[in-house]
């Protein structure tokens, strides 16, 4: 197989498994409502291969490989009712981690100046 083929048979499967099912999840209905997982999709893939004897002419020499790799981030559901549409996004632990940091340290700041009077 040609390092082409190689790389476009890779291409294939990765973005025959990574469609709009892996990201918008199956629906989920309950309650007159509809909700819809939403996640954010990365991938990348990558191929060589090889012929020929290193050095010596005599040698048969051929090689290949390749590799690939998916990750999905949730990111929020959609959710569908009656009265509206609404996109719901999932907090980021970071951010939540950094805000909760800040805040300890403000609290430590006003603490220390009070003291200091």
Do not use: C
């Not at 476009?8 to 025959?16: A, C, D, P, R, V």
């Not at 559901?77 to 009656?82: A, T, Y």
């Amino acid at each position: 197989m040609s390092s082409a083929a190689l790389i476009q048979s890779l291409k294939e499967s990765i973005l025959g498994q990574a469609g709009v099912k892996a990201l918008y999840g199956e629906p989920i209905s309950a309650q007159g409502k509809t909700v819809i997982p939403v996640a954010k999709l990365m991938y990348g893939y990558g191929a060589g291969a090889g012929t020929g004897g290193m050095g010596n002419s005599s040698a048969q020499g051929e090689g290949g490989g390749g590799g690939a790799g998916v990750r999905a981030i949730p990111v929020g559901v959609i959710e569908i009712s009656d009265q509206e549409t609404r996109f719901l996004p999932i907090t980021s632990r970071k951010k939540l981690a950094a805000a909760v940091f800040a805040g300890v340290l403000l609290g430590f700041s006003f603490g220390w100046r009070r003291r200091r009077r």
